[in-house]
């Protein structure tokens, strides 16, 4: 017996095959427009890049754990993309003196990253990633949580079924340190700690705590200010406050489209001030469905130029979960509106002329590659998921005329080939 190889996808990759790419399609569409319409221009740029940009910016977890990398035969080190931020840095810096600032660039990348695959994770995934370049005004903030609420609303999601939890770093850190008392050295494991805080049982919590050197009394204080909500801000020095976006943020109307939460810090280094993710509401999805920040000098890696960003990336299997669970995922599109069928071969030419009029209308048309009896052809037409066909017969041909059939109650009327369009048309609408 031969022996097949598998027809398995590789580990934590996943095929789309037509119905799940229809679907996806029709969603990322969806929101592909909403980010036009404020003015985003879309971008793309090599899966491989120089494993070097993801280990100088993207901390630990990513640069020590989840790059694929490889070295080509040229003796580069290089890495399959885990996310896009680095890359389009590195594109806005090189090409920087031609740019109006501020920009605001989209695109959808595919990112690997070896991770245990599970719900929510897998390890290649695609992600739409929102970034505004050229600009530390909290506008910036502002315009990014009302995309975040437009894009969600546009997939049919409501007020009630996501929450934008939002956070600065340097209000954290300042937090840390004058009211737990953490030291400078203590602070990214700290960060890194929190970052884990839903995650992990409270034991573990505590152990890791011990592990970076806090004190019982220093463990309590942090767990009190985590869960101290926006009343932390009351606690904090003035000078800092004003120096952040996220408290200017909340004191416009825009506060409504955000919780200010202390337990948010994300697991990526380079962001600066501004942090946020997007949770879904309901408890089938603990996991945040997608998150960004701020970064005033990722663009660092690459220029002496100053070129802050803020942006934020979505990845699909989060939000396909998000979509499932609420009832919002859109059905699988038909292969076809309607088919032209021909009663006999010799009327194949016949029935493409229909189907290229039909074509030039707008309508998904097929004719059939290999002519079965009409019965047989008018069942697999439903199957495809086409409304009506087109029956093209010897006598109605000679006439001028087409037959239209509605595959759902089986009606059927003779038309003027000219008409044939229309009353398709019609007949779907
Ligand atoms: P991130 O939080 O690492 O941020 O990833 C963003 C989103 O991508 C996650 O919330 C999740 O939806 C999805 N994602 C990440 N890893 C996986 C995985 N292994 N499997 C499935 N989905 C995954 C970033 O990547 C930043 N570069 C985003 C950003 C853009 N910040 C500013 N601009």
Same mark, same amino acid.
């Given at each position: 017996m031969p022996e097949y190889l598998s027809t398995?996808?590789?580990?934590g990759t996943r095929d789309f095959l037509p119905a799940e790419m229809s679907v996806r399609t029709q969603v990322f569409g969806h929101l592909y427009d909403v980010i036009e319409r404020y003015g985003f221009l879309r971008y793309d740029g090599p899966? +491989?890049? &120089?494993?070097e940009i993801y280990e100088l910016k993207s901390g630990q977890e990513i640069a020590d754990q989840q790059l694929y990398t490889l070295t080509d035969k040229g003796g580069r080190r290089l890495a +399959?993309? &885990?996310?896009?931020t680095p890359s389009v840095a590195r594109m806005i810096a090189g090409t920087a003196k031609s740019l109006q600032f501020p920009v605001r660039w989209y695109s959808h990348p595919n990112c690997h990253r070896y991770e245990k695959p599970q719900r929510g994770r897998v390890r290649e995934h695609w992600q739409i990633n929102v970034d505004i370049f050229g600009s530390e005004s909290s506008n910036t903030e502002i315009e990014i949580f009302e995309l975040i609420h437009d894009m969600m609303e546009e997939l049919?999601?409501?007020?009630?079924?996501f929450e934008i939890r939002a956070n600065d770093r340097n209000l954290l850190a300042s937090a840390l340190t004058?009211?737990?008392?953490?030291?400078p050295l203590q602070l990214p494991e700290v960060f890194a700690l929190v970052d884990r805080w839903e995650k992990y049982p409270v034991e573990k919590l505590a152990a890791s705590a011990e592990e970076i050197g806090l004190a019982d009394k220093q463990f309590e204080k942090l767990t009190e200010i985590l869960a101290s909500g926006e009343a932390l801000l009351d606690e904090l020095p003035e000078s800092v406050k004003e120096a952040s976006n996220l408290v200017k943020v909340l004191k416009t109307?825009?506060?409504?489209?955000i919780r200010f939460d202390p337990m948010i810090v994300r697991g990526?280094?380079?962001?600066t001030s501004t942090v946020f993710e997007v949770f879904d509401?309901?408890?089938?999805?603990?996991?945040?469905?997608f998150g960004g920040g701020a970064y005033s000098d990722l663009a660092g890696m690459f220029t002496a130029q100053k070129i802050p960003g803020i942006g934020f990336g979505m990845g699909d299997v989060t939000l396909m979960d998000f979509l499932e669970t609420h009832g919002l995922a859109p059905a699988p599109r038909s292969e076809v509106d309607v088919v032209v069928v021909p009663?006999?071969?010799?009327?194949s030419d016949a029935a493409r002329e229909v189907a290229g009029r039909l074509r030039k209308a707008g309508l998904r048309t097929s004719t059939p590659l290999e002519l079965r009896k009409l019965g047989k052809e008018l069942t697999r037409a439903d199957k495809a998921g086409a409304r009506a066909v087109v029956i093209v017969g010897q006598e109605d041909w000679d006439a001028g005329n087409v037959t239209v059939r509605s595959l759902a109650t089986r009606e059927q009327q003779q038309v003027p080939l000219d008409s044939t369009a229309a009353a398709v048309t019609a007949l779907l609408a």
């Amino acid at each position: 017996m031969p022996e097949y190889l598998s027809t398995a996808p590789t580990r934590g990759t996943r095929d789309f095959l037509p119905a799940e790419m229809s679907v996806r399609t029709q969603v990322f569409g969806h929101l592909y427009d909403v980010i036009e319409r404020y003015g985003f221009l879309r971008y793309d740029g090599p899966i +491989l890049e &120089p494993a070097e940009i993801y280990e100088l910016k993207s901390g630990q977890e990513i640069a020590d754990q989840q790059l694929y990398t490889l070295t080509d035969k040229g003796g580069r080190r290089l890495a +399959l993309r &885990p996310e896009m931020t680095p890359s389009v840095a590195r594109m806005i810096a090189g090409t920087a003196k031609s740019l109006q600032f501020p920009v605001r660039w989209y695109s959808h990348p595919n990112c690997h990253r070896y991770e245990k695959p599970q719900r929510g994770r897998v390890r290649e995934h695609w992600q739409i990633n929102v970034d505004i370049f050229g600009s530390e005004s909290s506008n910036t903030e502002i315009e990014i949580f009302e995309l975040i609420h437009d894009m969600m609303e546009e997939l049919g999601a409501s007020k009630d079924m996501f929450e934008i939890r939002a956070n600065d770093r340097n209000l954290l850190a300042s937090a840390l340190t004058d009211i737990v008392g953490v030291g400078p050295l203590q602070l990214p494991e700290v960060f890194a700690l929190v970052d884990r805080w839903e995650k992990y049982p409270v034991e573990k919590l505590a152990a890791s705590a011990e592990e970076i050197g806090l004190a019982d009394k220093q463990f309590e204080k942090l767990t009190e200010i985590l869960a101290s909500g926006e009343a932390l801000l009351d606690e904090l020095p003035e000078s800092v406050k004003e120096a952040s976006n996220l408290v200017k943020v909340l004191k416009t109307s825009a506060a409504g489209l955000i919780r200010f939460d202390p337990m948010i810090v994300r697991g990526l280094a380079y962001y600066t001030s501004t942090v946020f993710e997007v949770f879904d509401t309901s408890p089938e999805n603990r996991r945040a469905l997608f998150g960004g920040g701020a970064y005033s000098d990722l663009a660092g890696m690459f220029t002496a130029q100053k070129i802050p960003g803020i942006g934020f990336g979505m990845g699909d299997v989060t939000l396909m979960d998000f979509l499932e669970t609420h009832g919002l995922a859109p059905a699988p599109r038909s292969e076809v509106d309607v088919v032209v069928v021909p009663t006999a071969e010799e009327l194949s030419d016949a029935a493409r002329e229909v189907a290229g009029r039909l074509r030039k209308a707008g309508l998904r048309t097929s004719t059939p590659l290999e002519l079965r009896k009409l019965g047989k052809e008018l069942t697999r037409a439903d199957k495809a998921g086409a409304r009506a066909v087109v029956i093209v017969g010897q006598e109605d041909w000679d006439a001028g005329n087409v037959t239209v059939r509605s595959l759902a109650t089986r009606e059927q009327q003779q038309v003027p080939l000219d008409s044939t369009a229309a009353a398709v048309t019609a007949l779907l609408a």
